[in-house]
């Protein structure tokens, strides 16, 4: 049933019809209660998305995850929670309206990346936010560790661009892929982790280039230190390594910016969502950085 329109307040009037009255849809629901706030314009979120729009965001059991997961769905867009255990999936899920779905998926097997893919169906945006890290020398390397890291962070995104990008061909779409300010620079210690980034940058560009004709876009977001749960481990892991206080670690990771703070999970997802927008209709092979200005004081 059509929602009913109702008037704009005159300051944000324009041509496009609004929704009379309480809308009944999510897609009108966002744009009812942005008028009703006076955040049309300054809202993140606004007017991105088209009506009906499909979105798989695949690690929504992350913190980065679940936050694409949330932006998603508030931007109007019916998603996809994605991750290794369903009941991971579906946590990202909690207190959204909609008819929003969770799976499994193992990104490690090329089959259930297909299996996924079959299950949606009719996707318009993916993104990739599965990852794994690992810390070490390169002389000291965990080879156990480097086949996990690899095989999440970079055959995961083959298995999950491959299957999406087939069933896109016909119609277009986008795929957003989370790659990391450790995939533009090295850094002492982190081997394993900078190269499953550096590669996937490179992924993202290859297929860019392979798919622009079909009107499938590809792009990667290099965050910085992000405020998470994965954060929080890695500088423990860091302090366990060198024997320096953990807290000291995390500060310097928090301050490690000109802008000294650090990156929110939502701010990332907000970018993840422009990319995915008909507002980067322009956009493909794009390396994205959000880093607070880190690379700019290295």
Known sequence: MPCPTFRSPP????????????????????????????????????NILPEGHVAVVIGG??????????????????VWS???????????????????????????????????????????????????????????????????????????????????????????GALVFLSSTAGLRGEAGASIYCASKFGLIGFVESMAAELAGERIRVNAVCPGNVDSPMLREVAHRIAERTGADAGEIWR?????GAARRLVTPAEVAALCLHLASPASAAITGTTVRIDAGAMLSA
């Open 61 to 78: 059991g992350g913190a980065i995850g679940a936050a694409c997961v949330r932006a998603f769905a508030e931007a109007g867009a019916t």
């Open 11 to 46: 300051r944000f009037r324009s041509r496009r019809r609004w929704c009379r009255g309480r809308p009944r849809s999510r897609a009108c629901c966002a744009k009812w209660r942005r008028h009703r706030d006076g955040e049309v314009g300054m809202n993140t979120t606004s």
């Open 82 to 172: 994605v991750d290794l255990h369903e009941q991971a999936a579906a946590g990202a899920l909690t207190g959204l309206l909609g008819a929003h779905r969770a799976a499994a998926c193992d990104v490690t097997d090329p089959a259930s990346a297909e299996a996924l893919a079959g299950l949606v169906g009719k996707a318009d945006s993916v993104v990739y936010a599965a990852g794994l890290n690992a810390d070490g020398n390169v002389v000291d390397i965990d080879w156990s560790a480097y086949r996990k890291v690899m095989a999440v962070n970079l055959d995961g995104a083959f298995h999950i661009g491959a299957a999406f990008a087939r069933r896109m061909s016909a119609r277009g």
């Open 252 to 256: 310097g990771m928090a301050h490690s």
